[in-house]
């Protein structure tokens, strides 16, 4: 078989279960299996593909048949300027987290040293990112996940960055390390309703441990609001990523622990997303 009439018969394959994307799906693993760019594969169309390959490509393709993320299929996903290796111990990284990263550069002078702790790094897309940006800064990244603390390490490795970021295995409940200038994070914050009414993709493929935010979705959210007046400095930044409902409970919450709210930035759907406050005392 040909790469034209492979690429047909999988898109064909894939839309029998309704897959988003099915032609672009395709031709990603296709080019994940032949090692090539989608581009040449697409300009060298009466190319043979080996049966060896052949068996790898049906492989991936029954995968995301079954709704396995194209992330966890190709093992990458981008993110900000930049690559991340992904698993099935992490979060896929999305565009709307880049929020994050946008609101955090304009708190973080391009010639200044700051200190950043990153809380529920997952794969470290944001504290990557932010250090790649940001060279003179320090970082300390913390996860409950021993796996995706291992995705982070490797993703530092990748960036050359694994001697800018502490990466450390513990809860934010147990952390005591403090004088932060900014804090960062990006934590589960989906509801349980909210958690079985998501696609297939998610629900069945990416971990709850970094989905599920508790009966109300707040749980995470509390516990980082809460210990961040502990370790931040006074007029230190805290940046929080938070579900779409979410920003008057979150805005309560923050201005009750002595938070003052500089601005509230919605994500690509409109929808209020990322949440920059400052603690006051």
Known sequence: MNYNQILKEG???????????SNLDTELILSK?????????????????????????KNYLFRRYHKEPMAYILGYKHFWKYKFLTNKSVLIPRPDTELIVEE??????????????DVGTGSGCIVVSLIKERPKCVATAIDISLKA??????NAKLHHLENKINFINIDIDKYKSYNYDLIISNPPYINSIDLNRLDDDIKFHEPKLALSGGSDG?????KVIF??????KINGKLILEI????????????NENKFYINKISKDLSGKDRCIVSTKLQ
Do not use: W, Y
């Open 11 to 21: 898109e064909n394959f894939l839309k029998k279960n309704n897959t988003k994307n």
């Open 104 to 117: 955090t550069l304009k708190h973080l002078p391009i010639d200044k040293s700051k200190k950043i702790l």
């Open 243 to 254: 579900g779409c409902k979410q920003k008057n409970k979150c805005v309560k919450m923050l």
């Open 149 to 154: 603390l291992n995705v982070a390490k490797t």
């Open 33 to 57: 299996v032949t090692n090539k760019k989608r581009e040449e594969i697409l300009l060298n169309a009466n190319n043979k593909l080996n049966n060896t390959d052949l068996i790898k490509f």
């Open 227 to 232: 210990k961040s007046t502990k370790l931040l």
């Open 218 to 222: 707040l749980r995470d959210l509390k």
